[in-house]
């Protein structure tokens, strides 16, 4: 288990050499969210309600999914793709670990420092809303709400891991990952409250495990959305870290195969 704390301390010092680019990316998603409001502030001039929201509601909406969003994300994807392309994975073969419990950790540790800056950035940013913004110190949705975001974080590591796996097949990997974040963030409602949607879409969205890393959560501190709803989605993403593990594992042993056999 030391090795594996290990690598959090290693990772998270590499985060800081990298503390230009984690900033430039930073300044890019504030400005993002910056935009979103904006946008929904002239939609909302000289407008109450727009299905269901007040201008209120949507500014807490955009501010705290995005607060959950940017404090369970994962940026693994690419190292994983990397040390396969590379052929670094064959060192880490051969070491007493288990790989996927070691990005596990040493994603822990990318995100003490990544996470943690956005989480802060977030916080400064919504300083500047508080007039508008709502605040929901309700305990218990409180509590549930940090519940779903640990889960969440473990889905998205499992994610992270599962699409770094594509390199076992492919060098050309980024225009897949940058194509499945933008649907990530379109099924987590990252754009626009999926309840704007059809009954259908949304229910599809709930079946999947994106929304609860950003329009989930968001509806339940706004109160949007009831405590049992809230309680069932957590049993969505458990079943979703049992599929995902199981998938992982069959990919894992078919990737391996075929790293083995080309002999990188």
């Known amino acids: 288990m030391k090795k594996y704390f290990t690598a959090i301390t290693i990772y998270w ?11 430039a990316y930073r300044i890019g998603e504030v400005t993002e969210t910056l935009v979103l409001i904006l946008l929904w502030t002239a939609i909302y001039e000289g407008q109450e309600l727009i299905r269901g929201f007040t201008l209120e509601e949507m500014v807490t909406y955009v501010l705290m999914g995005t607060l959950f969003s940017v404090a369970t994300r994962n940026f693994g994807t690419g190292l994983i793709a990397r040390e396969i392309k590379d052929g670094i994975l064959s060192t880490l073969l051969v070491k007493p670990i288990n790989y996927l419990a070691y990005d596990f950790f040493r994603g822990l540790g990318r995100r003490t420092f990544v996470s943690g800056f956005s989480v802060l950035s977030q916080l400064i940013v919504m300083l500047f809303f508080l007039d508008t913004l709502i605040l929901n ?5 409180n509590a549930l709400i940090l519940v779903m975001l ?3 974080l473990l889905i998205e590591s499992l994610l992270s891991y599962l699409l770094g796996l594509i390199a076992f097949w492919t060098d050309e990997v980024d225009g897949i990952f940058e194509t499945f974040g933008r649907i990530r963030q379109f099924f987590a409602g990252g754009y626009f409250p999926l309840s704007l949607l059809p009954l259908t879409f949304l229910q599809i969205s709930f079946a999947l495990p994106f929304a609860y890393s950003f ?3 968001a509806q339940l501190y706004l109160g949007k959305m009831d405590f049992a709803t809230g309680v069932k989605g957590l049993g969505v993403q458990v079943i979703w870290i049992f599929i995902l593990y199981a998938i992982i594992q069959f990919v894992w042993k078919r990737g391996l195969r075929r790293y083995e056999g080309i002999g990188i």
């Open 215 to 217: 329009f989930v959560p």
């Open 13 to 23: 010092q590499r985060a800081l050499t990298y503390r230009f680019s984690i900033v």
């Open 150 to 152: 640990i889960l969440t």
């Open 137 to 141: 110190l309700d305990f218990k949705t």
